[in-house]
């Protein structure tokens, strides 16, 4: 076989796989979808305001709920020491008075 | 048309072959730009799915939320609030939260208690992550220091299912009556208010109103709460901005390396194949299909090995980035959701620029003269 077909058949069968599997995704996700509509049924219940994904810190556990300066509470100087503090920065849109 | 084709095949052939010649150098390249590509692709499949995880699971949050604020602190609502924001025209229910956290010094973790109308007192619920750290499943008692001291036993009525742990993890759901003791919470107050507004078009105006009526209030609207996931795993947001420029700086390593100049051995083969009859476009094509061998090949690899490991294997190599120093983690799957713009972009950003950048060098040497090529 030649090496440009052997070339073209790889690329091609890349191709197809990533095809398959972004199509696969819209249509084949049954257990990621009930877990989505699980949460999303437990969110209405319980009135919750956030998700589970940092759970080191109160304000990385709840972001939207936290205020501008919960990462900085021992004094306003203080270095942000929680990991997570590094993903979950601040929210932006607030309607706080100056 | 056929004869155009046969030609791009065979010098796709002889690029191939010349590729192979260099077999250990190309394959490492191949390997290394297969994993910065990896890296970015699941970086940017793993947020735009959180992102659209958030909107769609957060759609249910409260309309408005509305906190006291006390020299910049959260501090407790008072339930007298509640007749007064009822009665601005529009907000249909008001319902007070009762929530705090509890961190468990026998497991290092962190958890949420909220008061929930429906469970008996001495009873819990508890989210699946909380029965997972314990190792306490339904009829088993969970310990829960309270505030005055004295270590309180709650019977698990039943854990949450693992279904909905990317929002009840660490939850655990008490008698309205059962919290209020354990924190030793004043009669009369609630940690927040949680609004629901008939028309969703005014709840800003409705935030206003609070805002102006109560100035020790803060409102949160519910787009606010799923703005906040959206600047979280917005690309500028923290870690990934860190994550994503690394990967950028890579890309810029490669192309430099590649841009700066050729090997000797490279500029000989190019002086050869120019003094037996080859054109510069020739050398030019051949240096192309070079480049674009590597990067197509490393762009394919990259981004499936990258959907692979974000949609099923739930992203289990940023667990630890994720988790910092918490104790209790949420498993969770996430519903596979590629946006094509994001594909497209990191297609051009990774294979344009090093596939050009292949060239470039190429068509400086291609242009001297072939005996010079070969002396140099």
């Not at chain 1, 030649?2 to 972004?22: D, E, H, P, Y």
């Not at chain 1, 877990?35 to 999303?40: H, I, L, Q, V, Y």
């Not at chain 2, 309180?152 to 009556?177: C, H, M, N």
């Not at chain 2, 969770?332 to 596939?355: C, G, H, N, S």
Request: net charge positive.
């Amino acid at each position: 076989m030649r090496k440009s077909t052997a070339f073209l058949l790889f690329t091609l069968g890349n191709a197809i796989l990533l095809v398959l599997l972004l199509w696969s995704g819209r249509y084949a996700s049954g257990e990621a979808r009930a877990m989505r509509e699980a949460s999303r049924v437990l969110v209405q219940k319980l009135q919750l305001t956030d998700l589970c994904l940092f759970t080191e810190a109160r304000y990385t556990r709840h972001p939207s709920m936290a205020d501008l300066h919960s990462a900085f509470q021992d004094h306003p100087l203080a270095l942000e020491h929680f990991p997570s503090g590094s993903l979950a920065t601040p929210p932006r849109f607030r309607r706080e008075r100056p | 048309m056929n004869r155009s084709v046969e030609r791009h095949r065979n010098i796709l052939d002889f690029a191939l072959s010349s590729l192979l010649r260099r077999k250990g150098k190309n394959v490492s390249l191949w390997v290394m730009y297969t994993l910065v590509v990896f890296l970015i692709a699941a970086i940017v499949f793993y947020t735009h799915a959180l992102k659209r995880e958030a909107a769609m699971i957060l759609q249910g949050a409260p309309d408005i939320v509305v906190q006291k604020m006390v020299a910049g602190r959260h501090d407790l609502v008072p339930v007298g609030y509640v007749e007064k924001i009822a009665a601005i025209r529009g907000v249909t229910a008001v319902r007070p939260r009762l929530w705090g956290y509890y961190y468990d010094a026998v497991t290092g973790a962190n958890y949420t208690l909220m008061a929930s109308d429906d469970l008996p007192p001495g009873t819990a619920d508890i989210g699946n992550g909380v029965a997972r750290t314990t190792r306490i499943a339904e009829g088993d008692f969970i310990p829960i220091r309270a505030v005055p001291g004295a270590t309180t036993l709650f019977q698990v009525r039943k854990v949450l299912p693992y279904a909905s742990e990317l929002a009840s993890s660490d939850l655990i759901l008490l008698s309205e009556g059962d919290l209020r003791a354990l924190f030793d919470f004043p009669r009369g107050f609630a940690t927040d208010l949680a609004l629901t507004v008939g028309n969703p078009a005014e709840r800003a105006t409705i935030a206003a109103k609070i805002a102006a009526q109560f100035p020790d209030s803060r409102p949160i609207l519910n787009s606010e709460i799923l703005r906040t996931y959206d600047s979280i795993f917005d690309w500028r947001g923290g870690m990934m901005v860190v994550m994503l420029g690394v990967a950028v700086f890579s890309f810029v390593i490669f192309a430099w390396d590649k841009a700066t100049g050729l090997s000797a051995e490279e500029r000989k083969e190019i002086g050869i194949l120019k003094s037996v009859g080859w054109e510069t476009g020739d050398v030019l094509l051949l240096k192309f299909w070079e480049g674009a061998v590597v990067s197509l090949a490393a762009f394919l690899c990259g981004v499936i090995l990258a959907y692979v490991q974000v949609f099923f294997f739930s992203a289990s190599l940023f667990e630890p980035a994720l988790k910092g120093w918490a104790v209790l983690y949420p498993r969770f799957k996430l519903v596979p959701d590629v946006d094509p713009y994001q594909l497209a972009v990191l297609f051009f950003l990774t294979v344009v620029p090093y596939t050009v950048a292949t060239i470039i060098p190429s068509w400086r040497a291609a242009t001297v003269d072939p005996d010079a090529a070969m002396r140099s």
